[in-house]
């Protein structure tokens, strides 16, 4: 979900230990992290892609349902036939899509209280569904999770040849991997292939019916580390889902409900893939658009250029903008610097002394009273005592500056107040504390997986996106922004 995933080869034994072993339930809360009071085998598979490449999909758009939880954004996957269904995080900063799976119990350590519940993980059972097979030791997928630049190719230790499996032509089981994330979070599972089924429509126009697509590869995972529960990954790789199901050539986008409707199913806003997505998402129709920056050491994820930031209500002007290094306007010749736009991790993370200078300024311009005692407890750097007589406190009548990103190629995007400001507490003697969920890039790249020595320079998380319509054009090569109310377009 952070990320720059490392592939390690672990010992088979070891990984199929971890693979079978006990557990119980969903995602990590540290000490940064605020609870808001929110929401098989049958026969060897030969690879084909015949079905998803055929004219039948030429015109396709899938839109599908995404709900908000307490520290990012769900989507429904319907795998296997018949389908079983899995709520799983929507993360353009990874590759690899899996979910809790397997005969027995789904382990996962270090999940907080998301994982403490008494109620079981919900898995996927391979034996269940009639279209199972797990993925081959030679196909593309099995060669990307498992790092084949590697002379000990976990392909090679079970028997396979190395030109086999290279060409393809590998009869054996793709062995179990190990795939890690940024802070440590890891997961083990084996590949599996099985049709998945989503919504789409025939050039948006049609009503939404189901589309099956199959011989989808994903990870089947028995255990992890502060991963409890699943994830779509929606990044540049031969793995992701947008890239399996063909949309890679065309785009996507996301319009994320505030979190104030976490853990409420009633509530959803739409992922849109294909042209639809791209439609709406024109010069004129209020998109701030800047170039999506390519990096050739990490290119499957997905980079924009920082020129600055600014506080107030007209956004700043060049003059009032606090310049951002300019290692955050784009991408070095060894991967570093740039911003990463990640679904996965929930808060923007800066660098220092750009991040401590922004701080100190946004300190002195607010004019409420800082609450130490609420920085100590829940990590976040700034909160203040904002005057409220009566719940709801409405952002529109603080005097909480809003907070503008000026992007490479010149657009501004002034965030919603409630995407940068958020109510850590109840209305108590005609106060409320209010925090600046922001934090601070750590130099081994944290929560972001990279930045300090290497990787992004810094992370654009999903608490800066919601209630902003966010569209990936991987036809002209940019992202485009549009804050707007994304329950209303529910």
Sequence with gaps: M???????????????????????????????????????VRSLYTPSMTLLNSTKYDFLDIVEPVTAYTDGYLLSLNLGTPPQVFQVYLDTGSDLTWVPCGTSSYQCMECGDQHSSSKPTPMFLPS??????????????????????????????????????????CPRPCPPFSYTYGGGALVLGSLARDSVTLHGSIHGIDPLSPVEFPGFSFGCVGSSIREPIGIAG?????????SQLGFLGKGFSHCFLGFRFARNPNFTSPLVMGDLALSSATDDGGFIFTPM????????FYYIGLEGVSF??????????????????????????????????????????FYASLLAS?????????????????????????????????????????????????????LPKLSSYYPVTAVRDS????????????????????GGASGPGAVLGSFQMQNVEVVYDLVAGRVGFL????????
Excluded at 129 to 152: A, E, Q
Excluded at 293 to 300: A, C, D, F, G, R
Aim: proline share 7%.
């Design 483 to 490: 804050p707007r109310d994304c329950a209303v377009r529910a």
């Design 293 to 300: 920056l390519k990096s050739v050491t990490y290119p499957n």
């Design 431 to 450: 106060v409320v504390v209010k925090c600046l969920l922001f934090q601070r890039m750590d130099d081994d790249g944290g929560d972001a997986g990279g």
């Design 362 to 414: 946004l300190a002195a311009v607010v004019p409420y009273g800082r609450s130490r005692d609420m920085e100590a407890r829940t990590g976040f750097d700034l909160c203040f005592r904002v005057p409220c007589t009566r719940a709801p406190c409405a952002a529109e009548d603080d005097e909480l500056p809003p907070i503008s990103l000026h992007l490479a190629g010149g657009g501004r995007l002034t």
């Design 312 to 353: 107030g209500a007209d956004g700043g002007s060049a003059s009032t903008m606090a310049a951002a290094p300019p290692s955050l306007s784009g991408v070095d010749s060894q991967g570093n610097g740039g911003v990463l736009v990640d679904t996965g991790t929930t808060y923007t993370h800066l660098p220092d002394p």
């Design 128 to 169: 269940q569904s009639s279209s199972n097979t797990w993925d081959l030791c030679g196909s593309r997928f099995c060669v990307d999770v498992h790092s084949s630049d590697n002379r000990f190719d976990p392909c090679a230790a079970v028997g396979c040849a190395i030109p086999a499996f290279t060409s393809g032509l």
């Design 234 to 242: 929606f990044g540049k790789g031969t793995l992701s889902l947008p």
């Design 2 to 40: 952070h990320p720059f995933i490392h592939i390690y080869i672990i010992l088979l034994c070891i990984i199929s230990s971890f693979f079978n072993s006990q557990a119980t339930d969903t995602k990590p809360q540290t000490q940064s992290s605020l609870v808001l009071g929110l929401s098989h």
